[in-house]
């Protein structure tokens, strides 16, 4: 019979760490807690195969579930010496989900589970506390109706709100036994009003309804949305954990908090976290109350650190810390409770963090031999790099400060203030600059963060759910920021005699909190000496070379700063829509004479030539591949009135000349039309001034220089043999006319770019004309699957949301079709050249999953945009070393 339910803790763990597939990472990690002798609560994990078979059978669940959790709770009955449902001695239980990776906030808890009007009052007997037992009640039946059954969360919180306004109670703390009977009995009645049915009273009935509404959070839109966001696979399911409860709120010796054994935001080793005395978990994350700091050295006057106010749980857990580090060898996130002065560990898990936090903690876990340096590059998520490249605000820059509120997640980031998630990502979605504010967040927001440059809060600390999630984003976040009153009715933020109206622009500066009035001027971000360690470690293990497609000035030196190995792509028409040439490039197009074409391609001639030699001084003897003319001519084409005239004017034609001459040339699918070698071919005086001035630019350089200049000169678009053949033979001309007149000599590789099904299938005979091959996967991805870039954004969102593509193929590549004609054309490619120089220049040069497959099939580099060059040089290294552990398990 099928093991749907797996106990833990009181020295029965049927799970391990290994096991998060199944348990989920909550449940594996609570089963190792409770193994190493951790303080873990005692409770039970129903699988996550439990929710795939939930969802395939119409939320019908396993026939022998029900039997194996009725025997795990009774063990647990025996664990705590409490009976589920007793009046006298009732055992309470939390009801959490944990799939198999992070999601935190995204899915549904429920505390307390168990209490109805006769356990109450047997908790508050048992504890001897009445206050204490009430107030669980309240918050059991606020998550329950909220949940379980539908009931919005803000309808509570009003309740509570206008309770406490008209007894003048400020704090929860300050509520009596009394008056929590009475909100219990007002919560009640709001739930029978707004469900339109009673809340129940049966433990039984309460336990199935949570694990029911914990299974249905794995498809509510925030968790769908957070999966979409970090590519989690719906088919991977959460389990549910039901643990015995521990209580944080029995008082003043008692506290829930959230840890982290090292600093999330920075990396730092030294311990960090926040804490509530008399509270519940949900009180930390949801910024209802202000937390206090866990170490004195952390904490401000007036704060009220746990290491001095409960030095005996704090002693215990700084120990806790250093066992759950040594042990799982990351750095982890600690909820914890403690009930009556004993520290009671609820969940650990490797902790979001920063880019930079992530870079400092692995290089510092290498250096104190907790994990190996092929660890420390494994550790670093390569896509994360970019977080690293985000500005910072100019420390020279005048400011105004608003505000200042906690430094929740680095950076600095300006915007338009919006205060909801569906405004945020409206206007995002026209190309705004957004700040999300909020007076907290909620999982509900996760699309407006991901959509904001920044997020602002007002309520929360840092271990809030706006910071956790910001950080895990790369979002800019300021938490906390009390100073600040939020009107959602007005649209508008205020601070003193300021106010903000939605619309109006503000800056946050996630490293200090503060928040600034207006638009802030930032400056580019410097590099810290753990990202250069890091670096130098993922260079010495990679195989795959880097380089970035840049064709400016700016590019390429950006593209050195951050270690690309020279240019895999510099595309001419770039340099051709200037100021000061595009009108050349114009009288070039659309001259009928040809005196007065050639005219025009000898002014553009120098213009090229010092844009080619200053990419090679740049680079500094570094390859430089330079893609001949290829987009579209119509692209060059005047349109407004004031440059036909011009136009007309620079060839002496009137203006109804030139518009007809560009209605001759327009076509009706101009990316399948007259470019790339198809324009080399019909054109080739345009192609052999590139040649020359590419040529020329070398041979000076190289002369200046003292170092040799390689230029790779790439013709674009080739379909057949014979196109490549008869380009080369012109190019090759147009290079020994340069070198005689210059007289001297000079090496460079003639190649092409393989972005067209036919061509990757024609490879080995293409390869016999070629020196080398760069896939062009933008192209080939448009050509294989038979759509537009540019359009299919229309749907393919679509396509991804229903299964029909795991991802967007042009943001990482598509392995069994385009992947396929890649692998072909590397495979025929080298058939006829064995020696034949292979790399990619797409977009898809700079994903992490895209340049682990280009690693497999055996290309000798990739190229991607400047700032992704350490993206790929440490996904790089991350493939090869998976390739090696692939190679040593197949051996073994």
């Not at 549910?240 to 709120?249: A, L, P, W, Y």
Request: glycine share 10%.
């Amino acid at each position: 019979m099928t093991k749907w339910v797996y106990s833990f803790g009181d020295g029965l763990n049927e799970g391990r760490a290994d096991m998060r597939n199944l348990l989920g990472g909550k449940g594996a990690n609570l089963a190792e807690m409770a193994s190493i002798g951790l303080p873990v609560p005692p409770g039970f994990t129903i699988t996550t195969e439990v929710c795939s078979a939930f969802y395939e059978n119409g939320r019908k669940y396993p026939d022998a579930l029900e039997a194996q959790v009725t025997e795990a709770l009774h063990r647990v009955e025996q664990s705590m010496g409490l009976r589920f449902g007793d009046a006298e001695a009732p055992l309470l239980v939390s009801v959490r989900s944990g799939a198999r990776v992070s999601m935190p906030g995204m899915m549904d808890t429920v505390l307390n589970l168990g209490l109805n009007d006769e356990t109450v009052e047997g908790l508050a007997r048992s504890s001897g506390d009445a206050r204490f037992a009430w107030d669980s009640y309240r918050r059991f039946i606020q998550m329950y109706g909220s949940v379980v059954m539908g009931v919005p969360h803000h309808h509570f919180e009003d309740v509570l709100e206008q309770f406490k306004r008209a007894h003048g109670a400020e704090d929860d703390t300050a509520i009596t036994a009394d008056q929590w009977r009475t909100i219990v009995t007002d919560y009640r009645h709001l739930i029978s009003t707004h469900a339109g049915t009673d809340f129940p009273t049966d433990p039984h009935d309460q336990l199935w309804g949570a694990i029911g509404a914990v299974f249905g959070s794995w498809m509510n839109p925030r968790a769908n949305t957070y999966r979409k966001l970090h590519e989690i696979p719906a088919s991977w399911g959460t389990a549910v954990n039901v643990q015995s409860m521990v209580f944080g709120n029995m008082g003043d010796d008692c506290a829930t908090g959230v840890c982290f054994t090292r600093d999330p935001s920075t990396g730092e080793n030294v311990f960090y976290g926040e804490y509530l005395i008399n509270a519940q978990g949900e009180d930390v994350v949801a910024g209802i109350r202000t937390p206090q700091p866990m170490a004195s050295v952390r904490a401000e006057a007036g704060q009220q650190p746990m290491e001095t106010v409960l030095p005996e749980a704090y002693s215990e857990l700084m120990r806790v810390r250093s066992v759950l580090e040594t042990h799982y060898k990351d750095m982890q996130d600690i909820e914890f409770t403690v009930q009556r002065n004993v520290l009671y560990i609820l969940q650990t898990r490797n902790g979001k963090r920063t880019a930079a936090a992530a870079l400092k903690i692995a290089i510092d876990m290498a250096r104190e031999g907790l994990i190996t340096q092929e660890d420390a590059i494994r550790r670093v998520p390569a896509s994360s790099l970019d977080q690293l490249l985000h500005p910072t605000l100019d420390p020279k820059a005048e400011r105004v400060q608003l505000t200042r509120g906690l430094p929740a997640s680095p950076g600095a980031a300006a915007g338009a203030v919006v205060f909801s998630a569906e405004e945020c990502e409206a206007r995002a979605a026209k190309g705004e600059d957004v700040i999300l504010v909020r007076i907290e967040t909620s999982p509900e927001d996760v699309h407006g963060m991901h959509a904001a440059r920044g997020v602002l809060t007002t309520r929360g600390g840092m271990t809030s759910h706006a910071a956790v999630v910001a950080r895990g984003m790369g979002r800019v976040c300021v938490a906390g920021a009390g100073g600040i009153h939020v009107d959602y009715a007005a649209g508008t933020l205020s601070v003193g005699a300021h106010t903000v109206a939605q619309g109006e622009w503000i800056t946050l500066d996630g490293g200090t909190g503060a928040v600034y009035l207006g638009r802030v001027p930032t400056i580019p971000p410097t590099l810290s000496d753990d990202f250069n360690t890091l670096m130098g470690w993922a260079d010495a293990v990679r195989r795959l070379g880097v380089r970035a497609n840049a064709e400016t000035p700016e590019d390429a030196r950006t593209a050195r700063r951050f270690g690309a190995e020279g240019i895999g792509l510099a595309r001419t028409e770039h340099m051709f829509f200037g100021p000061d040439r595009i009108g050349f490039v114009r009288q070039m197009i659309i001259a009928d004479a040809e005196d007065v074409r050639q005219k025009a391609i000898a002014a553009l001639l120098p213009f090229q030539r010092e844009d080619f030699a200053s990419l090679f001084r740049i680079m500094a003897g570094l390859p430089v591949t330079v893609r001949l003319l290829d987009p579209p001519l119509h692209e060059f084409l005047p349109h407004a009135e004031a440059e036909i005239a011009e136009v007309a004017q620079g060839l002496g034609k009137t203006a109804e000349e030139v518009r007809a001459r560009c209605a001759a040339l327009a076509e009706t699918n101009p990316m399948l039309g007259h470019r790339g070698c198809r324009l080399g071919l019909t054109s080739p005086e345009i192609y052999a001034m590139q040649v020359r001035a590419l040529i020329q630019a070398a041979v000076m350089v190289e002369k200046e220089t003292g170092k040799p200049i390689r230029p790779e000169i790439m013709i674009p678009l080739v379909a057949t043999q014979a196109e490549l053949a008869v380009t080369r033979r012109a190019a090759e001309d147009e290079i020994a006319k340069v070198l005689k007149e210059e007289g001297t000599n000079l090496n460079y590789d003639i190649g092409t770019m393989i972005e067209l099904p036919r061509a990757a299938i024609q490879a080995d005979r293409i390869a016999e004309y070629a020196d080398f091959f760069s896939f062009g996967t933008n192209d080939l991805t448009q050509t294989t699957f038979g759509l537009s870039r540019d359009d299919a954004g229309s749907f393919l969102p679509y396509y991804v949301d229903h299964g029909l593509l795991p991802r967007d193929p042009f943001v990482s590549i598509d392995r069994d079709g385009v992947g396929a004609l890649v692998r072909l054309g590397v495979e025929r490619g080298r058939q006829t050249s064995p020696d034949l120089k292979l790399g990619i220049c797409g977009e898809h040069g700079g994903d992490p999953d895209s340049i682990a497959f280009f690693d497999e099939v055996g290309l000798d580099y990739v190229s991607c945009s400047p700032f992704r060059v350490p993206v790929a040089r440490l996904a790089a290294a991350q493939a090869a070393l998976a390739t090696r552990q692939r190679v040593a398990s197949s051996a073994a």
